[in-house]
T-cell receptor
């Protein structure tokens, strides 16, 4: 199984809503990532979890709250978002080791904030 | 900081044409280099990678060679197909025990016409 599964695939939410994005992998990877991709732009790193602990936060606004409840799951909790937060949110995972390893990406959640 | 520069797109080719997408990088040290592909409405898929100088990555007829002297990782394919139409991202990262951050180029949109 080399898949990273993200749910939902599409999400429309109002600016006062609270929602969560979910990501799951069963490859035994201990590093998991959230990236944000705006239209016609490359992905930008938001958060990195290493061994279920937050290791990198790229100065992301607090209305985005990540959570890693176990080694297979990664969530992104959303609250009071703005229309400019509309984007494709990509989850990725990778092994941890001495040699650089590639990241495996999910299909993404396309988020629209209205 | 680290950066990746890709040739500007969009690129439009006829089926069976030869493809080159240029990629150069700026980094302190010797990163791993990647090509990712994104089909319409989907996440990113790893196309190929190279982890050290003179390594050649290859997959599905695509090739790229890690050239330290020119800091380049150009993507090539001898005969493209309509199914190769997608956005291609060149990226780099440094091994950091699970905290790898992918730095992407701006992406090159490729369209293959029959």
């Amino acid at each position: 199984d080399t898949e990273v599964t993200q749910t939902p695939k599409h999400l429309v939410m109002g600016m006062t809503n609270k929602k969560s994005l979910k990501c799951e992998q069963h490859m035994g990877h201990r590093a998991m990532y959230w990236y944000k991709q705006k239209a016609k732009k490359p992905p930008e790193l938001m958060f990195v979890y290493s061994y279920e602990k937050l290791s990198i936060n790229e100065s992301v606004p607090s209305r985005f709250s990540p959570e890693c409840p176990n080694s297979s799951l990664l969530n992104l909790h959303l609250h009071a978002l703005q229309p400019e937060d509309s984007a494709l949110y990509l989850c990725a995972s990778s092994q941890i080791g001495r040699m650089n390893t590639e990241a495996f990406f999910g299909q993404g959640t396309r988020l629209t904030v209205v | 900081g680290d950066s990746v520069t890709q040739m500007e797109g969009p690129v439009t080719l006829s089926e069976e044409a030869f493809l080159t997408i240029n990629c150069t990088y700026t980094a302190t040290g010797y990163p791993s280099l990647f090509w990712y592909v994104q089909y319409p409405g989907e996440g990113l898929q790893l196309l190929l990678k190279a982890t050290k100088a003179d390594d050649k990555g290859s997959n599905k007829g695509f090739e790229a060679t890690y050239r330290k002297e020119t800091t380049s990782f150009h993507l090539e394919k001898g005969s493209v197909q309509v199914s190769d139409s997608a956005v291609y991202f060149c990226a780099l990262s440094f091994a950091n025990f699970g905290n790898e951050k992918l730095t992407f180029g701006t992406g090159t949109r490729l369209t293959i016409i029959p």
